[in-house]
Nanobody, 119 residues
Framework: VQLQASGGGLVQAGDSLRLSCAAS????????MAWFRQAPGKEREFVAA????????NYADSVKGRFTISRDNAKNTMYLQMNSLKPEDTAVYYC?????????????WGKGTLVTVSS
């Protein structure tokens, strides 16, 4: 499966932003999906994951209560709604497919989209 993240941009602290991850291939609905991010000078970190049915989710503590992951299997698309953004959320955000909700090893990765949050 091929993945493409979009929706990044420059926002101010407290603003909201929604990222999308479009997937190609017929088997999208069979894959668990996830978002990761990598801030400048830091290692890539897990953000959120959702199972193939869209029923189970997992979030990093740093985004719980602010970010919501969802998916639309009919549109082969996954989303990340980000509210109450903070400067520390600034990073390149990547979507991934084919892994476990509680693991960092994912099979497929897309190109990232940059989110910049100004204070």
């Amino acid at each position: 499966v091929q993945l493409q993240a979009s929706g990044g941009g420059l926002v101010q602290a407290g603003d909201s932003l929604r990222l999308s991850c479009a997937a190609s291939g017929r088997s999208f609905s069979s894959y668990n999906m996830a978002w990761f991010r990598q801030a400048p000078g830091k290692e890539r970190e897990f953000v959120a994951a959702i199972n193939w049915r869209g029923v189970s989710t997992n979030y990093a503590d740093s985004v719980k209560g602010r970010f919501t992951i969802s998916r639309d299997n009919a549109k082969n698309t996954m989303y990340l709604q980000m509210n109450s953004l903070k400067p520390e959320d600034t990073a390149v955000y990547y979507c991934a497919a084919g892994g476990d909700l509680y693991d960092t090893n994912w099979r497929y990765w897309g190109k990232g989209t940059l989110v910049t949050v100004s204070s």
